[in-house]
């Protein structure tokens, strides 16, 4: 607190695994450019501590992964953010309507500097870390897991050269499966790099392959010859698989 500049009002704090990833994390790129404090708290304990303890010697406590993370910004500042919203304002409802249930809303972040874009979650919901812990409980109440687990919002970083590029593409043709496919890609590398865990990495896995195939001027169906339908699909997966994921299940 002591170092704090004079106008940084609140205390920032992030919460997540280790030292090393909450410090390269997207969610501090914006309050480490303008020079303010920020705690790193990589205990599982903190998590429940934070949740209580709300101000700090005057100072409320405001995580920066969360939704409504106002920091201090001059009136020029203020004004090129808004304008960001109204341009890209189309932008957020084509990347809404591609991701659906997949996030609460897609909104234009005052966060990001270096990043295209992150997973922020609501006020009142887990983080991604506290989701990751209590997903990690072998005696956890799942009926919780609905309601408690973390609503998520995508922001995206509108002075980024992926999103500029994005918005141009979608200005051309918002129907392009390109657009699909790199909004799918966005929110699923967005995830991880917000500490999130993906539901199926092989369609992950699938995208980039397809993506590098892009790269490199391979036809998409190149490899449809390789395909034996011998190979067991996802859902034939050998039984010890299945044993497999229920000791993680009960672990």
């Known amino acids: 607190v002591a170092r704090m500049k004079e ?3 609140d205390i920032y704090y992030i919460t997540g695994e280790s030292k090393d990833l909450v410090k390269q994390s997207a969610f501090v790129e914006r309050v480490k450019k303008s020079g303010f404090e920020v705690l790193y708290l990589v205990d599982p304990m903190d998590e429940y501590m934070v949740n209580q303890l709300k101000e700090y010697d005057g100072k409320k406590l405001v995580s920066v992964t969360k939704e409504g993370l106002e920091l201090p910004e001059d009136e020029e500042e203020k ?4 304008e960001d919203k109204a341009k890209f304002e189309g ?3 084509v990347m809404k309507d591609v991701l659906g249930t997949k996030v609460e809303k897609v909104t234009v972040s005052n966060r990001l500097v270096s990043s ?3 997973i922020v979650t609501g006020q ?3 983080t991604a870390n506290m989701e990751r812990i209590m997903k ?3 005696l956890r109440d799942t009926s919780t897991m609905g309601y408690m687990a973390a609503k998520k919002h995508l922001e995206i970083n509108p002075k980024h050269s992926i999103i500029v590029a994005l918005y141009e593409k979608v200005q051309e043709d918002e129907n392009d499966r390109a657009v699909k496919d790199l909004v799918m890609l966005l929110h699923e590398t967005s995830l991880l790099t917000s500490g999130f865990s993906l539901e199926d990495p092989q369609v992950h896995a699938a995208r980039i392959h397809r993506m590098i195939k892009l790269g490199l001027g391979v036809d ?3 490899d449809a010859s390789l395909e034996s339908e011998d190979m067991p699909g996802l859902e034939d997966a050998p039984a010890e698989v299945d044993e497999a994921s229920q000791m993680e299940e009960v672990d």
């Open 220 to 222: 998409e169906e190149a």
């Open 124 to 126: 009142h919901g887990w």
């Open 116 to 118: 295209p874009a992150c």
């Open 91 to 93: 932008l957020c409802k």
């Open 79 to 82: 004004k090129a953010y808004e």
């Open 136 to 138: 990690a409980q072998a």
């Open 7 to 9: 106008n940084q009002q």
